[in-house]
């Protein structure tokens, strides 16, 4: 009976945030039924934002939408709410997600969790009393097909001895200088970080699931648009950093490599584009969303050729489909295969999942917070800068 109706664990949400991403995750649960054999199903029941305009939306287009707040804490006491996504400014963000803990509903968030590191070290404190509840950090892009077999291959053991992994996350969205200020050009609501805490996650979601920790960095920080229009007629300066360049040395208990990750806002040519790139001494193979059907490999034994084989990849991700294996696997998709992921391991457990690749975890995203805090040193001094804490 598993993925029927009558078996399926219903689990009700509550969507604190109704912006861009919000309205992203909302809109994966009208597709649930293109999973197929799973036994949990997100309902969402609750919508809530500051902003009372912003949730309009979820009350015209998902039917389920039973309470509509302004005040989070007003859906945390709702208790027909069993879990949470949670997607509002980095600022917000310890405040929010201890509530959201203390009041015992599961947590899906966005990165960074927490503004910075102390912000981060007081969310797992709070996560340490209450055991029982699930938090998890939104990383959608290992969820592409092409990324799952590259994890494949990393967990076999097939790239022999690592010579060095490049991984990164662009996009471009921030090279117009006329598009106005928001709140992640502010320290006061983004933080120090700058496009670190924004979206370096998603770039060492991957390398420190495979054990590949940072030791030490060198940062190159860079602000490309110093200011932008303030909305007002006037411009305002933009404090926080647009691009990252983390050159990292790794050292795990047989090896030690170089790692560089990059974080760019503005990457001229590039939507939104994350990949990984691994280069070893009996295989090497790389991952783009820019091609996301595409995987290139290069295998090599002593003696023999040096040639690159780039493969489509099927349709097959985490969790399986209704979709047929030729078509393209896109960014919804991997919204959908992180909230399904999610969504297994609150019904069923960590050790009960239908599959075992579980969305980042909030340990995860101290290691985050601890590379990122040694970069902005890093930056500042012009030295390679250990890795505390990570």
């Given at each position: 009976m598993a993925g029927t109706e009558a078996a399926r664990k219903i689990i009700r949400f509550g969507v604190i945030g109704c912006g861009l991403m919000g309205k992203e995750f909302a809109s994966a649960a009208a597709r649930w039924c293109h999973l197929s054999d799973v036994n949990f199903e997100p309902r969402i029941i609750a919508a809530c934002d500051a902003n009372?305009?912003?949730?309009?939306?979820?009350?015209?287009?998902?039917?389920?939408?039973?309470?509509?707040?302004?005040?989070?804490?007003?859906?945390?006491?709702n208790p027909e709410v069993d879990a949470v996504y949670c997607a509002v400014p980095h600022h917000l963000h310890e405040r929010i997600y201890i509530d959201i803990i203390r009041a015992g509903k599961h947590l899906l968030g966005e990165k960074p969790f927490g503004i910075d590191q102390e912000a981060n070290r007081q969310i797992l404190s709070e996560m340490k009393a209450r055991p029982d509840v699930i938090v998890r950090s939104s990383s959608e892009f290992p969820?592409?097909?092409?990324?799952?077999?590259?994890?494949?291959?990393?967990?076999?053991?097939?790239?022999?001895?690592?010579?060095?992994?490049?991984?990164?996350?662009?996009?471009?969205?921030?090279?117009?200088?006329?598009?106005?200020?928001n709140w992640k050009r502010r320290i006061a609501t983004n933080g120090e970080y700058g496009c670190m805490?924004?979206?370096?996650?998603?770039?060492?979601?991957?390398?420190?699931?495979?054990?590949?920790?940072?030791?030490?960095?060198?940062?190159l920080l860079s602000k490309v648009v110093e200011e932008r229009p303030d909305g007002n007629g006037g411009m305002a300066p933009c404090e926080t950093w647009d691009n990252a360049i983390l050159a990292c040395d790794v050292r795990t208990a047989?090896?030690?490599?170089?790692?560089?990750?990059?974080?760019?806002?503005i990457a001229p040519g590039h939507a939104n584009t994350w990949f990984i790139r691994i280069q070893g001494t009996k295989l090497s193979a790389e991952f783009s969303t820019k091609n996301p059907k595409q995987v290139a490999s290069l295998p090599y034994e002593p003696g023999g050729s040096q040639a690159w084989h780039v493969a489509d990849v099927p349709y097959q991700s985490a969790y399986g489909t209704i979709t047929g294996g030729i078509f393209e696997f896109g960014f919804s998709d991997s919204i959908l295969q992180m909230w399904a992921a999610f969504?297994?391991?609150?019904?069923?457990?960590?050790?009960?999942?239908?599959?075992?690749?579980?969305c980042a975890t909030p340990e995860e995203a101290a290691g985050s917070h601890a590379l990122f805090t040694a970069a902005l040193e890093s930056h500042a001094t012009g030295q390679t800068v250990n890795v505390i804490g990570g």
């Amino acid at each position: 009976m598993a993925g029927t109706e009558a078996a399926r664990k219903i689990i009700r949400f509550g969507v604190i945030g109704c912006g861009l991403m919000g309205k992203e995750f909302a809109s994966a649960a009208a597709r649930w039924c293109h999973l197929s054999d799973v036994n949990f199903e997100p309902r969402i029941i609750a919508a809530c934002d500051a902003n009372a305009s912003a949730t309009s939306w979820f009350e015209q287009a998902v039917p389920s939408v039973k309470y509509v707040y302004t005040d989070y804490k007003d859906l945390l006491e709702n208790p027909e709410v069993d879990a949470v996504y949670c997607a509002v400014p980095h600022h917000l963000h310890e405040r929010i997600y201890i509530d959201i803990i203390r009041a015992g509903k599961h947590l899906l968030g966005e990165k960074p969790f927490g503004i910075d590191q102390e912000a981060n070290r007081q969310i797992l404190s709070e996560m340490k009393a209450r055991p029982d509840v699930i938090v998890r950090s939104s990383s959608e892009f290992p969820f592409f097909p092409g990324a799952m077999q590259i994890t494949k291959w990393v967990n076999e053991g097939r790239f022999g001895r690592i010579i060095e992994v490049e991984a990164g996350f662009w996009h471009s969205s921030d090279l117009d200088p006329r598009k106005p200020i928001n709140w992640k050009r502010r320290i006061a609501t983004n933080g120090e970080y700058g496009c670190m805490g924004d979206l370096g996650l998603h770039v060492l979601h991957l390398p420190m699931r495979y054990g590949w920790h940072p030791r030490n960095v060198r940062a190159l920080l860079s602000k490309v648009v110093e200011e932008r229009p303030d909305g007002n007629g006037g411009m305002a300066p933009c404090e926080t950093w647009d691009n990252a360049i983390l050159a990292c040395d790794v050292r795990t208990a047989d090896q030690s490599f170089p790692m560089v990750l990059s974080t760019k806002r503005i990457a001229p040519g590039h939507a939104n584009t994350w990949f990984i790139r691994i280069q070893g001494t009996k295989l090497s193979a790389e991952f783009s969303t820019k091609n996301p059907k595409q995987v290139a490999s290069l295998p090599y034994e002593p003696g023999g050729s040096q040639a690159w084989h780039v493969a489509d990849v099927p349709y097959q991700s985490a969790y399986g489909t209704i979709t047929g294996g030729i078509f393209e696997f896109g960014f919804s998709d991997s919204i959908l295969q992180m909230w399904a992921a999610f969504c297994d391991e609150v019904a069923n457990g960590k050790d009960g999942m239908l599959q075992p690749f579980h969305c980042a975890t909030p340990e995860e995203a101290a290691g985050s917070h601890a590379l990122f805090t040694a970069a902005l040193e890093s930056h500042a001094t012009g030295q390679t800068v250990n890795v505390i804490g990570g």
